[in-house]
C-alpha cells in the first residue's frame, strides 16, 4: 500500500473499530473500492462490447471483504457466489486474474476462459470452481465440511488423497472451516434447505453468509421467503449459530463474522450470517431495475452504500483525510487500468482446446492399464454380492472411499449393531460395511437426492473418493442438476483445476411388479448425454467386481447402473476375481460368436440374447452376441468388427424405443457403414411407454426372447 498516514492515531478505540488496526481499517476500504472499480472496469468493457456478461458485487462489498478478513487464504475452504469480489481479493485473486476470466482468456485461473465472469474459481486458494446455478454450491460445501471432519481422524486418506491426481491441492488443517454464500433469492432452493439439514444434524463446521440484497433480479424477498426474513426461519434449526447484520457496514459484518468463524472453527457447528445489503447497479447488465424498483426505493439504496459510508467514517474518525482517500482511489484505478490494459491484450483459448479437461488427463480408465486377468477363487457370487465384495476390497485398499445413500449403512444406531443382522442397503449392496469399516465411512443419509449427489461432489473435490448409492434410478431427478451442471462439468469449467470422481452407484429397471413408473424405469441415455460423465452397465456379476473396480479406481464420475433384474440371478454369477481385477472402461465383451446376425446390446438383454442364440442355433441360425458393458464411452470398434462380420444387425436396449441409447448406436451404424449393411439395423427396445407394470405387460413392452429370435428371422429375410 503506497498510501501513507499523516494522521496520527494513538490508539484506537478497540471497541468502535472492533479490535482492527488503522492498517487493517484501510485495508478494508481498499479491498472494497478495488472490488468496485474492477466492477465499473467491466462495466465500461462491457458497453464497449469488449466482454460479453457483467454482474457486480457493488453493495456487497463490506460483508465480503470482512469475511476477508476472517478467512485464512488457502486454509479454510470457500464456496461462494458472484457477488463475492471483495472476498475473493483478500483471499488473494488479483484484479488480473479476474479480469482475465471476464476477457474470457486462456489464463484465465478460475476457468480458462470458459465461464461467465465471476464465476470465481483458484485453487491456490481454496476457491472451488462456481457454476451459474444458484444453491448447488450449499449441499456441497456440506460434503466438503465432512471431508473436513473426516481428515481428522483418517490421516491415510489424507495421505493417499494427496497422492492422487490433483493431491497438490488437497490440504487439511485441524481448525479449518468452510465457508459457503448466496443471495437471499438462492435460499428458496431445496438444496439450502437440504444442506441446512444435514450441517445441524452432523455438527458441521460450515458457515453460511446470504447476501440479502432484497431481491433476486426482479423478484422482492417477501415473495421469496415466507415472512421476508430468512435468518428468523433458520433459527429453529439445531445447534445453528444465527446473526443478522447490517452487511453494508464492514465494522458490525466483521464483529459478527468474527463470533460466527469462531463458533465454527471450534467444531461447535455450523453458522449462518444474514447480511442485509444493497444491489446498486441492477441484477446484472442485463437488468435495468428501474423497471420494477420505484425512485425513493433506489435513493434509499444509494443512501447505504457501503463504500461513501466507510470513507466517511474513516475520515470522521481521522484514519484517513480526503486526499489520502483520493490517493488511495486514484492508485486503485491505476491498478485496475493496467490490469485492464493486460488481460484485454491476453492470448484467448484456442478453438480445439475445448475437448481438453472433459475427462481426466491422468488416469485414462479405457486403457489397457485397466486390463486384468481375473483370479477366481471362492464360491460363486451373485452380482448383488459382487458389488459388496468389491466394495469391501476397495475400501480396505483406499481410506479415502466413503459410501453413503439412502438406507446403505447396517444400522445408523451403532449400538442396535449387537442385537441386529443390519440393512446394508435395500438390495443389500453394502451389507456388512459399516460393520467392518466404521459409520463414518459408511452412513445413511436423508431422504434428499440433490444432496446425496452434492455431499459426493464436495468430498469429492476435497480429495475422497464417495461411492453413493441412488436407491432408485426412478428417484434420480431430484439430483439432475447436481449431476449434469456440477458432477459433470466441474473438471471442464474450471479447466482442470478441480475434478469430482465420484461414483454413482444406481438400481436400474428391473420389472418389479407393480413397479412400472416408479420402481423399474430405464433412462440410460440421459445420463449418456452427459459430457464428463462415464456411464457403466454390468450384466454379469464378474463384470461388477471389474468395472466397479475400474469405476473407483479411475479419476473421472462415474453412473454404475445396476440392473435390479440380474441382482440375484444364478446364470450370471462369478466366483471372485481378486482384489486386482478391473475391467476397461469402452470395451465391449463377445459374449458368443456368429456369423449369421450380430446382437449389440447390453444389461439384463444380454442373457435373453443368449437365450434366444441358443434356441436359433438350433434351428441352424448363428447369432453373435456383444455386451457392450460401458454406455459412454462404448466399444466403437467392437460394434463395427461385427457389423464388418455379419452385414445384418439387432441394437437391443431397454431404453425408450426413439430417442434411447440403442437408438443412437443404430443411427451411427447406418451413417459410417452403410456400406457393410446387408439389412436395415433392427432396433428393439422398449415401446414408448413406461416399462414393467405388470408381469405380462412387461411381455409386451420389453424386448424378450421371442422379440429377438423374430427380428433375427426378419433380417435374414433381406
Ligand atoms: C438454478 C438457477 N435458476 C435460475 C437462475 C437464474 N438466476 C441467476 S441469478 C438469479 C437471482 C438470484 O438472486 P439472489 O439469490 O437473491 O442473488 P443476488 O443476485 O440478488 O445477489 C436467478 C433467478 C440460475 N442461475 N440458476
Ligand atoms: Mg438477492
Not at 484467448?348 to 479405457?366: C, G, L
Amino acid at each position: 500500500m503506497a498510501v501513507q498516514t499523516r494522521v496520527k492515531v494513538a490508539k484506537l478505540d478497540t471497541v468502535r473499530f472492533r479490535g482492527l488496526d488503522r492498517d487493517t481499517l484501510v485495508r478494508l476500504y481498499r479491498t472494497m473500492f478495488l472490488s468496485r472499480r474492477l466492477d465499473d472496469r467491466e462495466i465500461q468493457l462491457k458497453r464497449q462490447n469488449k466482454i460479453y456478461f457483467q454482474i457486480s458485487s457493488a453493495g456487497h462489498e463490506a460483508i465480503t471483504a470482512a469475511m476477508g478478513l476472517l478467512l485464512r487464504p488457502g486454509v479454510d475452504w470457500i464456496y461462494p457466489y458472484y457477488r463475492d469480489r471483495a472476498l475473493c481479493l483478500m483471499l488473494g485473486v488479483t484484479p488480473l486474474e479476474m479480469l482475465l476470466q471476464a476477457v474470457g482468456a486462456k489464463d484465465d485461473p478460475a476457468s480458462g476462459g470458459r465461464q461467465m465472469p465471476s464465476h470465481w474459481g483458484h485453487n491456490k486458494w481454496n476457491i472451488v470452481s462456481r457454476s451459474s446455478c444458484t444453491g448447488t454450491q450449499f449441499v456441497q460445501s456440506v460434503g466438503s465440511a465432512e471431508a473436513t471432519l473426516y481428515f481428522e481422524h483418517r490421516q491415510k486418506a489424507l495421505a493417499q488423497a494427496k497422492k492422487a491426481p490433483l493431491g497438490q491441492y488437497v490440504n487439511h488443517d485441524s481448525d479449518e472451516i468452510v465457508y459457503v454464500s448466496a443471495g437471499d433469492g438462492a435460499t428458496s432452493e431445496g438444496e439450502f434447505w437440504e444442506s441446512l439439514n444435514v450441517a445441524c444434524a452432523k455438527k458441521l463446521p460450515l458457515l453460511y453468509v446470504i447476501e440479502d440484497n432484497g431481491y433476486a433480479i426482479s423478484v422482492p424477498v417477501e415473495v421469496q421467503t415466507a415472512g421476508g426474513n430468512i435468518s428468523r426461519l433458520t433459527r429453529g434449526f439445531p445447534g445453528l449459530h444465527v446473526a443478522e447484520c447490517d452487511g453494508t457496514d464492514p465494522l458490525e459484518s466483521y464483529a459478527v463474522g468474527k463470533e460466527a468463524v469462531e463458533y465454527c472453527r471450534q467444531r461447535r457447528g455450523p453458522a449462518f450470517i444474514h447480511a442485509h445489503v444493497t444491489r446498486p447497479y441492477s441484477h446484472s447488465l442485463s437488468d435495468d431495475e428501474k423497471l420494477y424498483k420505484t425512485a425513493e426505493e433506489r435513493e434509499d439504496e444509494a443512501h447505504r452504500d457501503p463504500l461513501s459510508k466507510f470513507s466517511l467514517f474513516l475520515v470522521r474518525e481521522g484514519l484517513l483525510d480526503q486526499k489520502q482517500i483520493e490517493a488511495l482511489e486514484a492508485e486503485v484505478d491505476r491498478e485496475v487500468r493496467e490490469a485492464g490494459d493486460q488481460a484485454l491484450a491476453a492470448e484467448q483459448p484456442s478453438i480445439d482446446s475445448i475437448r481438453v479437461n472433459v475427462y481426466s488427463p491422468d488416469v485414462d480408465p479405457t486403457s489397457s492399464a485397466f486390463a486384468a486377468e481375473p483370479q477366481l477363487h471362492g464360491a460363486p457370487k451373485t452380482m448383488v454380492e459382487m458389488v459388496a465384495a468389491t466394495l469391501s476390497d476397495e475400501m480396505s485398499r483406499d481410506e479415502r472411499i466413503t459410501v453413503f445413500g439412502e438406507d446403505v449403512a447396517d444400522a445408523s444406531r451403532e449400538e442396535n449393531l449387537k442385537h441386529v443382522k443390519g440393512k446394508g442397503g435395500v438390495f443389500k449392496a453394502t451389507s456388512g460395511l459399516q460393520r467392518k469399516y466404521g459409520a463414518d465411512r459408511v452412513f445413511n443419509t436423508p431422504l434428499a437426492e440433490a444432496s446425496i449427489v452434492g455431499r459426493a461432489i464436495g468430498m469429492a473435490v476435497r480429495g475422497l473418493k464417495p461411492v453413493a448409492e441412488i436407491q432408485f434410478f426412478d428417484y434420480i431427478w431430484p439430483a439432475m442438476m447436481q449431476i449434469r451442471d456440477e458432477l459433470c462439468v466441474t473438471r471442464w469449467r474450471s479447466n482442470g483445476n478441480f475434478k469430482c470422481p465420484a461414483v454413482l452407484r444406481v438400481a436400474i429397471g428391473g420389472y418389479l411388479t407393480g413397479g412400472g413408473v416408479y420402481h423399474s424405469q430405464s433412462g440410460e441415455s440421459i445420463f449418456t448425454h452427459c459430457p464428463g460423465l462415464r456411464v457403466v452397465m454390468p450384466s454379469t456379476a464378474l463384470d461388477v467386481a471389474g468395472l466397479l473396480r475400474t469405476a473407483i479406481r479411475c479419476d473421472d464420475p462415474v453412473m454404475f447402473l445396476e440392473h435390479k433384474h440380474l441382482y440375484r440371478q444364478p446364470y450370471n454369477r462369478s466366483e471372485y476375481p481378486g482384489s486386482d481385477y478391473t475391467v476397461p472402461f469402452g470395451k465391449a465383451r463377445l459374449v458368443k460368436e456368429g456369423d449369421e446376425v450380430s446382437i449389440i446390446t447390453y444389461g439384463a438383454i444380454v442373457h435373453r440374447a443368449e437365450v434366444a442364440a441358443a434356441q436359433l442355433q438350433r434351428e441352424g441360425i448363428s447369432v453373435e452376441i456383444i455386451d457392450l458393458r460401458s454406455l459412454s464411452p462404448y466399444d466403437w470398434e467392437a460394434i463395427a468388427a461385427t457389423v464388418r462380420r455379419n452385414h445384418r444387425v439387432i441394437v437391443a436396449y431397454e431404453d425408450m424405443l426413439s430417442f434411447g441409447y440403442g437408438a443412437e448406436i443404430a443411427a451411427r451404424i447406418g451413417e459410417e457403414l452403410f456400406d457393410e449393411l446387408d439389412a436395415p439395423v433392427k432396433r428393439v427396445a422398449a415401446m414408448d411407454t413406461f416399462c414393467a407394470y405388470q408381469p405380462k405387460l412387461e411381455d409386451v413392452i420389453l424386448p424378450q426372447t421371442e422379440h429377438l429370435i423374430a427380428a433375427v428371422k426378419q433380417l435374414l429375410e433381406y
